[in-house]
């Protein structure tokens, strides 16, 4: 009898065990990314789900905007920017569990669908075969901020600014690029890394020395606390084998 009621305390804290491992994987992670990591994170996904049977549910914009979001009550668990600003901001105001992270650098590139004199962008930026040129909005876009200070730097702003057709958002920038609305644009390696079909595109790398780096941060928000799962993927981006993807991208991770 003793061993029939040890067998059953010991089957019934198992299955509860079990159950509490399925709840875990079975949770959904909602995760905020800026744009411009609509391209790495399809693989970052994939791994994830792969080690840790975890979904992750992603929405993406620009960092600004969804550091807005969140102070209006975004239920959001994990929240990557493309600075380290927006999420200092947050983590200070009270919004995180967790405290912000740098996770990655991006590189900054002058893009174009055209086979331009690109290693003379600031020439050609003023000159008559670039009519119009796209970076994101400063305010809420890092690379648009960062492509803001190079185009300062070279002296160029004020002779460009006239052509500058600005994206709410790397995406919209990325569009512009590749559809050619505009000659030229400032964006992200992790365009040119990006495997889905495009058209072909011709680069430059921005010498780093004109723009601040771009610190790309994450925070764990509140509402993430009944949500283990959330931890889990704020420490995968961490690992090794997130960092191996993010190189793959044109990051830099150290």
């Keep these: 009898m003793r061993m029939t009621k040890l067998f059953t305390k010991t089957f019934s804290l198992l299955a509860i065990i079990c159950a509490l491992s399925f709840a875990v994987n079975a949770q959904t992670v909602t995760v905020a990314i800026a744009a411009n990591l609509q391209p790495v994170m399809k693989d970052l996904k994939k791994d994830f789900k792969t080690r840790t049977g975890v979904s992750i549910d992603v929405i993406s914009g620009a960092s600004g905007n969804l550091s807005t979001q969140i102070r209006n009550g975004a239920p959001?668990?994990?929240?990557?920017s493309a600075d380290k600003d927006f999420p200092q901001s947050l983590q200070q105001d009270g919004f995180t569990i967790?405290?912000?992270?740098?996770?990655?650098?991006?590189?900054?590139?002058?893009?174009?669908?055209?086979?331009?004199?690109l290693a003379h962008w600031d020439k050609l930026l003023q000159g008559t075969t670039v009519q119009k040129i796209a970076i994101g909005n400063p305010a809420i876009a890092p690379y648009g901020k960062a492509a803001q200070q190079a185009l300062?730097?070279?002296?160029?702003?004020?002779?460009?600014?006239?052509?500058i057709v600005f994206g709410e958002s790397i995406t919209q920038v990325n569009t512009y690029i590749t559809t050619g609305v505009v000659q030229a644009?400032?964006?992200t390696l992790s365009l040119i890394k990006d495997d889905t079909r495009k058209p072909?595109?011709?680069?430059?790398?921005?010498?780093?020395?004109?723009?601040?780096?771009?610190e790309q941060a994450m925070v764990l928000l509140k509402h993430a606390k009944a949500n283990a799962a959330a931890e889990k993927f704020?420490?995968?981006i961490l690992s090794p084998a997130a960092k191996t993807i993010f190189k793959a991208y044109g990051y830099h991770t150290n």
Excluded: H
Excluded at 102 to 107: D, H
Excluded at 200 to 213: A, E, Q, S
């Design 76 to 80: 959001f668990d994990v929240f990557l």
């Design 98 to 117: 967790k405290p912000s992270v740098v996770y990655a650098q991006g590189v900054l590139i002058i893009c174009s669908t055209q086979n331009l004199d």
């Design 152 to 163: 300062a730097k070279t002296g160029i702003y004020e002779k460009v600014k006239n052509k």
């Design 185 to 187: 644009g400032f964006t």
């Design 200 to 214: 072909k595109l011709y680069f430059k790398p921005i010498d780093d020395k004109t723009y601040m780096p771009i």
């Design 234 to 236: 704020y420490r995968y």
